[in-house]
């Protein structure tokens, strides 16, 4: 089952643009993070934030919470070419909010 | 460095074949992972381990079966490989269940 859901699927940009991505939910979480895959590889985590959080900073990320909504959003501002990847969210959804379930991403290239 | 690592990046197996993926990680979680990714449906959870010798179904459990005798160790094995089975599989640990999730490199199977 998938909980949280990635808009857009794909997202192409030149560098120096920013990147917005959003993830919507269906269920009350405690949390929500982001995670980054490069192509082929394993996930990285990238931020965490919690629902009682409405917003997050880390580097170049810029994490949105909305629980109203059961939505956030994940912005990359002067996105690099090194920043092409798929981004994930994450949320701790379950019957006991004891696992993450996944979304199906979005695909991110960024043009040099 | 924190690290999980897998047994291999690449596998072919033949159909019936019995497949054991392995993973290990360096950092003492309690909890481990193991997920397959396939395109446009994201991370799906298989199996999950919250202590040694412990075992929990995930969202896609029918045909694998995992084996955690050590802590720091978690195994997927597939009993009688078969077609639909070919896929990106990814270990992943954490601390708490809904924390932080540290991924290996993934191994990409191939069943023919």
């Known amino acids: 089952s998938q909980q949280g859901e990635e808009d857009p699927q794909a997202l192409s940009i030149q560098e120096g643009e920013n990147a917005t991505m959003n993830c919507s939910y269906k269920t009350s979480i405690n949390n929500l993070q982001w995670y980054r895959q490069n192509s082929g590889r394993g996930l990285v985590h990238l931020i965490l934030?919690?629902?009682?959080?409405r917003e997050k900073h880390s580097g170049r990320l810029r994490v949105t919470l909305d629980t109203s909504k059961k939505s956030s959003s994940l912005l990359i501002t002067a996105s690099r070419a090194a920043d092409t990847a798929s981004y994930f969210c994450a949320t701790d959804a379950g019957e006991y909010g004891n696992k993450l379930v996944f979304g199906a991403g979005t695909i991110l290239r960024v043009k040099s | 460095d924190v690290k999980v690592t897998q047994s291999s990046r690449y596998l072919v197996k033949r159909t019936g074949e019995k497949v054991f993926l392995e993973c290990v990680q360096d950092?003492?979680?309690?909890?481990m992972f193991w997920y397959r990714q396939d395109p446009g449906l994201g991370l799906r959870l298989i199996y999950f381990s919250y202590d040694v010798k412990m075992k929990e179904k995930g969202d896609i459990p029918e045909g694998y079966s995992v084996s955690r005798e050590k802590k720091e160790r978690f195994s997927l094995i597939l009993e009688s490989a078969s077609t639909n089975q070919t896929s990106m599989y990814l270990c992943?640990?954490?601390?708490?269940?809904?924390?932080?999730?540290?991924f290996g490199p993934g191994t990409r199977l191939t069943v023919l």
């Open positions: 992943a640990s954490s601390f708490g269940l809904a924390d932080e999730q540290f």
């Open positions: 950092m003492d979680h309690e909890n």
């Open positions: 934030i919690r629902s009682n959080e």
